[in-house]
Structures are given as C-alpha cells and as structure tokens.
C-alpha cells in the first residue's frame, strides 16, 4: 500500500530559526514528490516538486532534498518568519497514476 | 476564473439533509479532484475526474456520497442523508493537462461542512 509517514506531527520554533521537516514514502512506482504549504482555513498551495533524478531545489527561503534511494525527503526552512506557520504536506505522485498519495502534514508554529 | 472556486464557503445542516458542494475549477484544467479534510487530518481522496472519462470513485466513503461533472468543468458533490461524522473540510482540486506545472494540484480554499 502507498504511504506517505511525515514527522514531527507538529514544531515550534522561535522566528528566526532554521527547521528541518522531514517525509518518508512507500508509494511505487514513483514520479515525482511535492511539498504543499497550507495556511490555515486555505487550500494547499505547491511549493517545490522533486523528480527522481533531482536531489535538491529552493524555492526562496525554502529548500526541499530527496534521497530517492532510501525513499525520503526533508524539506528546510531558513530564517523562519511570523507567516511561514502552516502545515506543511509532503505529496507522493505514483507512476502510471494520478491520484497522489498525501502525507497527513506538519504543523509548523513559529513564535516572535 | 483565477483560481479554483468553491461555495459555499460555509455550510450548517442538520443531521439527515442533503448537501451540494459546487467547485468550478481553473479554466482549461481537465483534471479534477475532491478531498475531504477532518479537523487536524490529512486530505482523504473522495473521487477523481479526467477529462470524458469515468471517474475514479475509489476514496467515497458510502454510496451516501456522489458527485458528478457537466461539460467537464463545474463538479458537484452531493452528501445524502448527512451525518456528523461527515463534518469536515471539502476541498476541490483541478489540474493542468500539461507542460510546466502539469501535475501540480491547485487547490479550492474548500467548503466547511458542520452536520449538527
């Protein structure tokens, strides 16, 4: 069965502050991997996307990894702001389907 | 449109009426999605239209959930005989058919549900 297992299950950090969330996946065949932001009360919204041949992309403050080897990814936020408290939702896309399996998301509170 | 619309926005009934949610999705995407996200849960996949193909019914909970798309573009889901248990968030998704951002989802801002 594909599963998408993301930890922590929730974060508070100081602003300011570097975190490190992370994503493991089961989903085979594999595609592509995205990370989602979702503000509270929003829809998710696309931040990165990795494919399988690609191991590391910014976006800005945010940097998203993959390991496709070990079946994981992590994305980084540097230098938090007040406004990057969300939920963050690592989304693995299978070959040959598009119905992408969701992680159940990290909910990330930074405090001033 | 813009972006992927839905309404209503906000949604109170009472347990045992039926509800319609209506998403309109971005102008030119063939691919439609609904999810479902309970309080402090992960999105549940309910269903999945592409193009004039049948849709993919795989993630409806009971046969009390339907939903349907006209012409390929507006969808509407539909709760029978509504339970507490369906409270939740209902999110509508389209996606592009290809290209740069083909496959990224784009997200409704969802329709709260409160069966009371």
């Known amino acids: 069965k594909n599963q998408v297992e993301q930890s922590p299950q929730s974060l508070i950090i100081l602003e300011g502050k570097n975190c490190t969330l992370q994503?493991?996946?089961?989903?085979?065949?594999?595609?592509?991997l995205r990370w989602y932001k979702q503000d509270t009360g929003r829809g998710p919204v696309s931040l990165t996307i990795?494919?399988?041949?690609?191991n590391t992309k910014s976006n800005g403050r945010y940097t998203a990894t993959l390991d496709a080897d070990t079946k994981q990814s992590s994305l980084h936020i540097t230098a938090s702001q007040l406004s990057d408290s969300a939920s963050y939702i690592c989304v693995v896309s299978p070959g040959g389907s598009y119905i992408p399996t969701f992680g159940r998301g990290t909910s990330l509170i930074v405090h001033p | 449109g813009a972006g992927v619309s839905q309404s209503p926005s906000n949604k109170v009934t009472e347990k045992g009426k039926d509800v319609e949610l209506r998403c309109d999705p971005i102008s030119g995407h063939t691919a439609l999605y609904w999810y479902r996200q309970s309080l402090g849960q992960g999105l549940e996949f309910l269903i999945y239209?592409?193009?004039?193909?049948?849709?993919?019914k795989s993630g409806l909970p009971s046969d009390r959930f339907s939903a349907e798309r006209t012409g390929g573009s507006v969808s509407t889901l539909t709760i029978q005989r509504t339970q507490q248990e369906d409270s939740a968030v209902y999110l509508c998704a389209s996606r592009p058919p290809s290209g740069r951002l083909a496959g990224e989802l784009f997200f409704g801002e969802g329709s709260r549900l409160t069966v009371l």
């Open positions: 994503c493991n996946y089961t989903v085979s065949p594999f595609s592509n």
């Open positions: 990795m494919t399988f041949s690609e």
């Open positions: 239209f592409q193009g004039n193909s049948a849709p993919d």
